[in-house]
């Protein structure tokens, strides 16, 4: 996500409307495929079966998420002039933080959850 924020910021920038949804469709097409591949490989089995749940979830939901990204953002581009373009991009990044910030509080809870369950057994 940090790399997504600042290639945002820098694109912005760039002043070529074009060029800079180009590039940021990119990394929204390479985050879909690292979530993909993630899945595919099963780099979500991990603890306990709750864990694993919630990570399997989290790369489907992340693939799917970069994916409608995509999607918007291409249209988008078509639609909007630079300025409302920029400002859609900039709502876009802060709810990817958001999703980001309540994976890693759930995370958190799943794994707290655990560390009690297996101190108190």
């Known amino acids: 996500l940090a790399f997504w924020t600042a290639v945002t910021f820098a694109a912005a920038r760039v002043g070529d409307l074009h060029g800079w949804t180009a ?3 990119l990394v929204f097409a390479l985050g879909g ?3 993909v591949y993630n899945d595919l490989t099963e780099q979500w ?3 306990s079966s709750a864990f694993s749940a919630a990570l399997h979830r989290d790369h489907q939901l992340g693939a799917l998420a970069a994916i409608a990204a995509l999607i918007t953002l291409v249209v988008a581009s ?3 002039s630079p300025a409302p373009l920029l400002g859609l991009v900039v709502l876009m ?3 990817d933080w958001v999703r980001l910030l309540m994976m890693i509080a ?5 794994l707290r959850a655990e560390i009690l369950h297996t101190h108190n057994t």
């Open 78 to 80: 078509r639609l909007l």
């Open 106 to 110: 759930r995370h958190q809870r799943l």
């Open 93 to 95: 990044v802060a709810t």
């Open 45 to 47: 089995r991990v603890g």
């Open 23 to 25: 590039a940021l469709a």
């Open 33 to 35: 495929a690292t979530e």
